[in-house]
């Protein structure tokens, strides 16, 4: 049982470049979560999708969307990327069910030169 | 607006000892809370939760404690060992403007275990 996988483990842009972050679990949960960690702090939200079909912008969406492909799979896309979106980025995934514990994916860690 | 923080950027316990890790939360209304484990190169890893309506919830060497008057939370490790060597965060669940929830991390805390 993998859980929560996510592809590329590591890449380097330069600036204006565009690329699309991919994610995909095994667990069926309904809910799937972007995060992106900065050095030294928590994760903070990019977008979430509740459900099949639905995405909605968390905390730091701007520069960011994202496309809920089917149950399994999430992606995170930057259109343009900037050096201020160097960063771990991060998926979850959670069951439909209120409180439940996100389970996550290993990162990709982004450079942007 | 609210959120959730700790108190220790960085423990350092010997190993064998217990290890207290500390967060303070600002949302009364938060009633989910997690805490996670990440060590170097990896994604966060669930340790134990605990619902608004407990106090105390144990696990395997590790128990959360939840004092709702202070809005603390702490995560207690029995026995240190060389492998809690980690980041550990707290997580709240809190309700987003578009009705849905979500969680908040506080920044971390560094524990580091001492052969």
């Known amino acids: 049982n993998a859980g929560v996988t996510q592809t590329p483990k590591f890449q380097v842009l330069k600036t204006g470049q565009s690329m699309t972050l991919q994610c995909a679990q095994d667990?069926?949960?309904?809910?799937m979560y972007w995060y992106r960690q900065d050095p030294g702090m928590g994760l903070r939200l990019i977008y979430y999708?509740?459900?099949?079909?639905?995405?909605d912008k968390g905390e730091v969406p701007n520069g960011y969307n994202v496309s809920r492909l089917n149950k399994r799979e999430f992606s995170l896309r930057l259109e343009s990327a900037a050096p201020s979106q160097t960063s771990v980025y991060f998926c979850?995934?959670?069951?439909?069910?209120?409180?439940?514990?996100?389970?996550f994916g290993d990162g990709t860690r982004l450079s942007i030169l | 607006g609210e959120s959730v923080g700790l108190h220790l950027p960085t423990l350092s316990v010997q190993e064998g000892d217990n290890s207290i890790i500390n967060c303070a939360y600002s949302?009364?209304?938060?009633?989910?809370f997690i805490w996670y484990k990440q060590e170097s190169g990896k994604g966060p890893q669930f340790i134990i939760d605990?619902?608004?309506?407990?106090d105390k919830r144990q696990g395997q060497r590790v128990t959360v404690l939840l004092n709702k008057t202070v809005k603390h939370l702490s995560l207690q490790i029995a026995a240190t060992q060389p492998g809690d060597s980690a980041v550990y965060f707290c997580?709240?669940?809190?309700?987003?403007?578009?009705?849905?929830?979500?969680?908040?991390f506080g920044s971390g805390t560094r524990l580091q275990v001492q052969p």
């Open positions: 999708s509740a459900s099949e079909g639905t995405t």
């Open positions: 605990i619902r608004s309506n407990m």
């Open positions: 979850a995934s959670s069951d439909y069910r209120q409180n439940q514990p996100q389970h």
């Open positions: 667990m069926n949960h309904n809910s």
């Open positions: 949302n009364s209304a938060s009633d989910y």
């Open positions: 997580a709240e669940n809190i309700n987003l403007d578009t009705g849905r929830r979500a969680l908040t």
